[in-house]
T-cell receptor, first 117, second 112 residues
Framework: EPEVTQTPSHQVTQMGQEVILRCVPISNHLYFYWYRQILGQKVEFLVSFYNNEISEKSEIFDDQFSVERPDGSNFTLKIRSTKLEDSAMYFC???????????????FGEGSRLTVL | SQQGEEDPQALSIQEGENATMNCSYKTSINNLQWYRQNSGRGLVHLILIRSNEREKHSGRLRVTLDTSKKSSSLLITASRAADTASYFCATASGSGYSTLTFGKGTMLLVSP
């Protein structure tokens, strides 16, 4: 069964360092997302990506964050200068194209746990 | 205001019992979805109910939607220890594409 894969599963970094989290969405999906979940809290939307551009982003997704689809398979989230409060589980998700553009089921990866020291 | 608030926050039951979780939301929606998350793992989609549907079933899952009350419920019948997880509702708003907004979740513990 196709799945969304994420690497690394866990990354520990020093405050101020750059981090790149990688995701391989399901191959025929066209919508890609990053969400994050701070320990014990709700899953928060960061950004959605469609047709090689950001389609929507939240207030959390400030200038320190960027996303890229460098080739036909990878989808990356970069945090330029990490802060302590960036420590969280980051989830990549993808979804199929749907007629009428209504939002359907999201397929999530297992997450990348980021710990900023 | 929060979109998608589940209650209870935590639920503890015995195997074989039914578990009911509720979700309330504030804005109009296109559809509402329920996801499951095992501790430390990714979210798994369980079921989607559209705004013009009132009830939907999938195996041991039953979801209801009351758009007049802006609420949904997820019923898991004949629960098993393997159902132990956190359950989240998520809403998609508007008439076209939108992102999903997740609630805080209900943590379900099913004891053998």
């Amino acid at each position: 069964e196709p799945e969304v894969t994420q690497t690394p599963s866990h990354q520990v970094t020093q405050m101020g360092q750059e981090v790149i989290l990688r995701c391989v969405p399901i191959s025929n999906h066209l919508y890609f997302y990053w969400y994050r979940q701070i320990l014990g809290q709700k899953v928060e939307f960061l950004v959605s990506f469609y047709n090689n551009e950001i389609s929507e982003k939240s207030e959390i997704f400030d200038d320190q964050f960027s996303v890229e689809r460098p080739d036909g398979s990878n989808f990356t989230l970069k945090i330029r200068s990490t802060k302590l409060e960036d420590s969280a589980m980051y989830f990549c998700a993808s979804s199929e194209p749907r007629q009428g553009m209504n939002t359907g089921e999201l397929f999530f990866g297992e997450g990348s746990r980021l710990t900023v020291l | 205001s929060q979109q998608g608030e589940e209650d209870p926050q935590a639920l503890s039951i015995q195997e074989g019992e039914n578990a009911t979780m509720n979700c309330s939301y504030k804005t109009s929606i296109n559809n509402l979805q329920w996801y499951r998350q095992n501790s430390g793992r990714g979210l798994v989609h369980l079921i989607l109910i559209r705004s013009n549907e009132r009830e939907k079933h999938s195996g041991r899952l039953r979801v209801t939607l009351d758009t007049s009350k802006k609420s949904s419920s997820l019923l898991i019948t004949a629960s098993r220890a393997a159902d132990t997880a956190s359950y989240f509702c998520a809403t998609a708003s508007g008439s076209g594409y939108s992102t999903l907004t997740f609630g805080k979740g209900t943590m379900l513990l099913v004891s053998p």
